[in-house]
């Protein structure tokens, strides 16, 4: 059975010598992994970096655990992200998010636009680049299913478990500081194509981006562990 479909590359791993195993996230099946196999002498497949955008050829039966990509190229070049060490840090965060939170072989046509346009935004930025992927970790829960609140008020706090900006200060430990619900509110109130007006300092950033992983944590009921915050935070430092 051949069929063909659109992805965005979320991880890969190296396969024997000369193949990837590459988990996508694509428009008709939702999350998915296929095997990639590389030419002659070694050499493994190339143009699949993470938040890489492809459209493929792959093949396989039913009873198949893991079909293969028998042809791909390219749907978009991404030469911003690829050129840039800044967007290529928030796409390697970016990717690693999505592998650890999308795992639903089930299409979602609104996810799947949110991510795809999300990638050519962020290799077409030209400035507000640092809070690029704090804009997208906040607005990737709506299409996740978790509602977000309206704008917050400057003393109020951020309450995980009902979803709401609060004056009282929450009894549990699931909910943001204030300094981290204004950023919240500033973010879900903005635009991806204005986040430069938002004026953060690394270490800003790196605290707000600590307390959307508590989000997802408790959303997801799981410890939502990355390697990539650490890389962010050396480059936006």
Request: proline share 3%.
């Amino acid at each position: 059975m051949n069929y063909k479909l659109k992805g965005v590359v979320l991880h890969t791993v190296k396969y024997r010598d000369n193949s990837l195993i590459i988990y996508l996230y694509t428009d008709l099946y939702g999350r998915k992994s296929f095997l990639v196999r590389g030419g002659r002498r070694g050499k493994l497949p190339a143009g699949l970096h993470p938040l890489s955008l492809i459209e493929f050829e792959a093949n396989g039966g039913r009873k198949s655990e893991l079909h293969c990509i028998s042809e791909y190229h390219r749907t978009k070049v991404l030469d911003g992200i690829i050129g840039d060490v800044r967007k290529n840090a928030i796409a390697l965060f970016a990717g690693e998010l999505l592998y650890r939170l999308l795992r639903d072989e089930q299409a979602d046509a609104s996810l799947f636009a949110f991510v795809f346009n999300s990638v050519c935004m962020l290799d077409e930025l030209r400035a507000g680049v640092a809070n690029f992927h704090l804009h997208f970790m906040v607005h990737l829960s709506r299409y996740l299913g978790f509602s977000m609140p309206d704008k917050a008020d400057d003393d109020t706090w951020f309450d995980i478990k009902s979803g709401r900006f609060t004056i009282l200060r929450p009894l549990h430990p699931q909910f943001f500081e204030k300094e981290d619900t204004l950023i919240l509110s500033r973010l879900l109130n903005c635009p991806a194509s204005s986040v430069s007006e938002i004026e953060l300092s690394g270490e800003q950033r790196h605290k707000f981006l600590a307390a959307m992983l508590k989000f997802y944590s408790f959303r997801f009921d799981c410890n939502i562990l990355l390697r990539s915050p650490s890389v962010l935070h050396e480059v936006f430092i």
